[in-house]
């Protein structure tokens, strides 16, 4: 199995800007989560969802952000009107969930943003 | 709801000695419990994990944890550090859905 994959690793932008990142997840896990992790900090959960139902947010996932799985594959996730608060590495997951078998999640290599 | 408490941001150890690095959990389920291993600039990578059924649990690259319901404790160990070992360890627990992780430990290894 290839990884979880995500894209760009790096983003810089300007306060203001609208960003867009992208996962791709271990090939036939059904689930995939979005974290954000501050410097310092663990992971903090924001999002996911089985198949491509969004199952739950997080209060920290703001009217600004939104996160789309089209066709329970691949999966975006976008900040409108970025802020110096959003400043962060965002992390993708995935899991494959059977009934009450173990969810263990896998990460990628996480995309870094920076606003400026 | 959940929560875990990495007693020690930092901890540094000789090479060759033992590692232990402290995680206690809350859960209002019986909990799955991992421990995560987190090197510069890179995601997270599974080391060992707790599901209900052994409560000494055997990961990769040397690392073991033993699950104390008694005491709400995961606990990570190592016999010997290497210098490989260097890196951020985040312990978390799972409510069957989404993570929640600990502040992590910072891990250094004295020549």
């Known amino acids: 199995d290839t990884g979880v994959s995500q894209d760009p690793r790096h983003k810089i932008t300007k306060r203001g800007q609208n960003v867009t990142f992208r996962c791709d997840p271990i090939?036939?896990?059904?689930?995939l989560y979005w974290y954000r992790q501050t410097l310092g900090q663990g992971p903090e959960f924001l999002t996911y969802?089985?198949?491509?139902?969004?199952?739950?947010k997080s209060r920290l996932l703001s009217d600004r952000f939104s996160a789309e799985r089209p066709k329970g594959s691949f999966s975006t996730l976008e900040i409108q009107r970025t802020e110096q608060g959003d400043s962060a590495m965002y992390l993708c997951?995935?899991?494959?969930?059977?009934?009450?078998?173990?969810?263990?999640?896998?990460f990628g290599p996480g995309t870094r943003l920076t606003v400026l | 709801a959940q929560s875990v408490t990495q007693l020690g941001s930092h901890v540094s150890v000789s090479e060759g000695a033992l590692v232990l690095l402290r995680c206690n959990y809350s859960?209002?389920?019986?909990?799955?419990l991992f421990w995560y291993v987190q090197y510069p600039n890179q995601g997270l990578q599974l080391l060992l994990k707790?599901?209900?059924?052994?409560?000494l649990v055997k990961g990769i690259n040397g690392f073991e944890a033993e699950f104390k319901k008694s005491e709400t404790s995961f606990h990570l160990t190592k016999p010997s550090a290497h210098m490989s070992d260097a890196a951020e360890y985040f312990c978390?627990?799972?409510?069957?859905?989404?993570?929640?992780f600990g502040t992590g430990t910072r891990l250094t290894i004295i020549p």
């Open positions: 997951a995935s899991s494959r969930v059977l009934d009450s078998s173990t969810d263990t999640q896998y």
């Open positions: 090939s036939e896990h059904n689930r």
């Open positions: 969802f089985q198949n491509e139902a969004q199952l739950e």
């Open positions: 859960s209002s389920v019986p909990p799955y």
């Open positions: 707790y599901t209900s059924a052994a409560t």
């Open positions: 978390a627990v799972s409510d069957h859905e989404k993570l929640t």
